[in-house]
């Protein structure tokens, strides 16, 4: 088995590797599942607006000492990689850039997988996470962007998107909202241009943020959904969507959580915890439990 | 080309943009083919889902083009919303284009109770939809009026967005379901038929939109002819669930269809 652990970690391995993977595999033996990967969402479980939830700051550090990779995943329609990462910065949380993944981010992924050139529709802060991608021509076009982009949301710019899709550009929606808020009251979000256009051109959006299913697991990138887990507080969003891709969700009763916000899915969540810092006791005990004893 | 399988027909209903006119042009044959029915002794009625100039304007427009047409020959939305709004005392907040502006006039427009989507074109701007958007989203009981639910029409060849897609947009946004007055409403098909005194089973409807012409005609009980052209494109052709009762490539050929058939 040694020998086996060896060869699926490559020849050129650290000792610190090969426990790790040696405490795996028998906990796979035993039928435990190992933690591979934890997402952990942004607003609302590591910061309320600019104040950092008690104790998350040292509770991520914790997290570290496990070794378990961890991404950090949000929707986001304005915030590009860069401004998410220095307001985390800010706060005192220790992360690095790359493990930031947005739903800006993972639409760049996307078009950039499937060599797509777009037509951008997002606020002109999104526009650095795009870079490479801004600049095509209208004819050059072959896919559409939604995100917030009020001064894009006007019939001379909707009508070059539609006409697009019309040539079966596909329509890539940051975000599916309906509508939010804004210092002078309620405003309309990206979710009502999206449907209109879907209308218009009888067509499909694709929704590249939470809570779908090709958002985690492109932040998962290779990584079995089995073995990992999503630390949110947003019932549907995080956990539901999370969980349907056949990923743990463990609940945070902070943010926008409500009491009874667990039984609003199905199946509930995994886990329900009070705080990040709870969640995270909760995953270090489990790795403890499984894998301690090596 | 086969026969409609209607052969008593006293009257045709016929669409304007895309079937009579593309833009600024008349489509060509298709005033001759309006002046053959005439002949022919069907009655005529152009029901249009146009809300971006006033009845007037058309008539002035189409006459232009070489057609003989009054003020009474065309059915837009505009009027019957009016009667409704009356009858309802309802005010509106109007998200529509300004040529058609005047036509509201005599309404009651303070301390909006409902809101009105016309095809507003360069109207449909951010700040425009977000106003009506706060008037649904702050009723207790949210009214919105659509003025057709047109997906998109023909405007001198380049295809532009029509009322439909922006009524989409606030339906979801305000979680509301809009009333639709115009095509394809049976109410404004049955109408019009009203007015020429002919009954559904015996009239045919002529349009470019599969969906709104074609499909509330044959809902209504009229036989559907579809044109190949204004916006009609090749996948209409194989819509899930509208099938017109006929296909032709302009009106002139729907006419000669029609004439044919006839007993
Ligand atoms: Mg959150
Ligand atoms: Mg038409």
Redesign the pocket.
Known sequence: MLLECIRSIGWKCNITRLITRLKEVIRMAAGKVPVKAVLIDLSGTLHVEDTAIPGAVDALKRLRHSNIPIKFVTNTTKESRRCLYERLIGLGFELKEGEIWSSLWAAQDLLRSRNLQPMLMVDDAALEDFSGLTDFKEEEQNAVVIGLAPNMFNYSQLNKAFRLLLNGAPLIAIHYGRYYKRSDGLALGPGPFVRGLEYAADCRSEVVGKPSSAFFQSALGDTDPAHAVMIGDDVRDDIGGAQALGMRGFLVQTGKYRPGDESRISPSPAVVCSHFPEAVDILLKECAQSGGDL | MSLLKNSRIGGVLL?I???LKDGGIAIPGSVEAVRKLREAGLAVKLVTNETQITRRTMVSCLVNLGYSVQEQDIVPPCPALISLLQHENLRPHLLVHPNVLPEFEAIDQSNPNCVVLGDAGDNFTYENLNKAFRILINMEKPRLFSLGQGRY?SDSESLMLDVGVFTAALEYAADVKAEIIGKPQPEFFRSALRDMGVVPEEAVMV???VVS?VGGAQNCGLTGVLVRT??YRPVDEKHPTVHPDAIVDDLAHAVNLILKSRK
């Open positions: 669409d943009t895309g079937v029409y349009g470019d939109d012409d204004g916006k």
